[in-house]
């Protein structure tokens, strides 16, 4: 349990505003389209989260997740899969109790030039390590090679 940062603007577009003419100010969503959209996130990447719950603040940009996690993998992912957004949370509240004992993940900032090559050899001392990394993310990621400045990813020991 815990408070993790994240960088606004930066990650998935969970509401499209891309879309919109460059001189129309896109919709305000409220607190609880916020949340319902970021719930929608994560029970889509099918993570193992009993009584899931997710609220949202507009005022701070923040999101509070709860429930149980079956693994602490899962558990990172949901936080990761929220605080990963470019539209919300810069903040995510980490209510979430995991039945298994195992040690946290640590988190990274994706900078500007990596891939999972370089941080895999920053952090193992082997750059044919990424695939390591790579698993510890799915199904955040789809693919070695889209990962973006900004986007926090799990290093698991």
Excluded: C, W
Aim: net charge negative; hydrophobic share 40%; aromatic share 6%.
């Amino acid at each position: 349990m815990g408070v993790f940062s994240f960088i606004k603007g930066v990650g998935e577009k969970i509401f499209g505003h891309d879309e919109a003419p460059a001189n129309a100010a896109p919709p305000a969503a409220s607190a609880q389209d916020i949340a319902n959209a970021l719930l929608k996130r994560v029970l889509d990447l099918g993570l193992g989260i009993d009584g899931l719950s997710v609220t949202y603040n507009t005022d701070t940009d923040t999101a509070t997740v709860a429930g149980t996690a079956k693994t602490q993998a899962d558990r990172e992912k949901v936080i990761l899969a929220i605080g990963n957004n470019s539209n919300v949370a810069k903040t995510v509240v980490d209510n979430i109790t995991v039945d298994s004992g195992e040690p946290e993940s640590q988190i990274y900032v994706v900078k500007s030039g990596d891939t999972l090559s370089h941080i895999s050899k920053e952090f193992y001392g082997d750059a044919n390590q990424y695939n390591k990394i790579f698993e510890a993310n799915k199904p955040l990621l789809s693919s070695p090679d889209k990962i973006y400045p900004g986007q926090s990813l799990r290093i698991p020991a």
